[in-house]
């Protein structure tokens, strides 16, 4: 790949990954509720999600989809109903001191797992890859070293841009000190996880 090309393909990802959409959603809902790490957590699953969908899609592997529909369909739906239950969390959760903390957290794992199943559950992603990546390079000619590089670029892209987004609403919770401030900050965060879970769930 040309420098040209690497920064046109970082261009294009950059405008992509800032458009809002259920990863967006969950990212910024989790760090409301739980503050950066826990929303980082999410992002880093949905970045392996994206990664796994743009490697096959570079090796040719676009059958994936067709072959293994059910159970991505399945894998839709439960990342949609996963999404509507951390939303059911994080508004009934109860607060009940004065200083701004998190709803009852997740482990790591489980916010991983949140992020991961916000892509694996979209097949059409690896779709869109093998329409998206020949504008800027040849599939049937990439060496090792190219598709380090879309790899690297794809990360690094979609990690500043979440973290970006968690880390802007995570500093938004320092607004909230009552208890009350913060029931509305919930009730917020809560509502942004489950529309994004019904429209994962009810999305063609």
Do not use: H
């Not at 760090?31 to 743009?54: E, Q, R, T």
């Not at 899609?57 to 109903?81: C, E, N, P, R, W």
């Not at 694996?120 to 990546?133: D, H, R």
């Not at 879309?150 to 968690?166: P, R």
């Amino acid at each position: 790949m040309s420098l040209l090309n690497i920064f046109a393909f970082a261009g294009a990802m950059f405008l992509l990954a800032i458009t809002p959409g259920p990863g967006v959603f969950a990212t910024v809902s989790r760090a409301l509720a739980s503050g950066f790490s826990n929303a980082a957590f999410v992002v880093f699953g949905i970045i392996l999600g994206d990664l796994i969908f743009l490697l096959s899609a570079i090796f040719g592997l676009s059958a994936i989809a067709s072959i293994m529909g059910d159970f991505f369909i399945l894998v839709k739906y439960l990342g949609g109903i996963y999404l509507l239950f951390l939303g059911y969390k994080i508004l009934t959760s109860k607060e009940k001191q004065t200083d701004v903390k998190g709803v009852q957290e997740l482990s790591w794992k489980k916010n991983f797992i949140t992020g991961l199943l916000i892509t694996l559950s979209n097949p059409k992603v690896i779709l869109f890859y093998l329409g998206f990546l020949p504008t800027f390079v040849n599939l049937t000619t990439l060496s090792t070293l190219d598709i380090v590089i879309i790899s690297l670029v794809t990360a690094l892209v979609i990690a500043c841009v979440l973290l970006f987004y968690a880390y802007s609403a995570s500093g938004a919770r320092s607004l909230f000190k009552s208890k009350s401030a913060k029931r509305k900050m919930n009730i917020a965060a809560g509502s942004v996880m489950i529309t994004a879970g019904g429209a994962l769930i009810i999305k063609a």
